[in-house]
């Protein structure tokens, strides 16, 4: 959402970019790009499979907001039993629908499982730190935050 924060921008934004597989579009497969934002960290098998899935067909892979980077507030279940948690929540029989992904005993930050290029702090970074990221890379620039725009909150 912070990402559409950029508002009028996005529309200068679409003249020079295509969005392939994004919650914004329709594409279930990660085609080849230049660039791949991911954030939230890995919760469950099939977080690790698309990852994997980015990190294969992404030139630049960013993570981006506190929860790809550290784990994030999600990741404060890591100090919990995993199957206590899942009996506590389910009193009345855990889910085991094998359609369902398994869940990893902790949350783990993406760059504990992929090269990363770019981290992009925040929770969420904030539209202009977007703005300014993004612009810089299409310059060619390596992107530089500038001040005011790195924050952890
Ligand atoms: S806004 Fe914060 S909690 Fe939500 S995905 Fe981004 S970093 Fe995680």
Known sequence: MSFLDID???LELIEHIEFDRSPLTDIKTVGHCDLGLIEGGLCNAE???VLREFRAHCKTLVAVGACAINGGLPAQRNHLDLGR??????????PNDPELPLLLN???PI???VHVDY???GCP????AFWSFLTDLMAGRTPHLGHGLIHYD
């Open 85 to 94: 948690l899942l009996t506590d929540v389910y009193p009345q029989g855990v």
């Open 125 to 128: 970074p904030s539209a202009d």
């Open 8 to 10: 009028e921008r996005l």
């Open 106 to 108: 902790h949350v783990h």
């Open 111 to 113: 760059h504990e499982v």
């Open 47 to 49: 977080n690790v499979q």
């Open 119 to 121: 981290f992009l702090p």
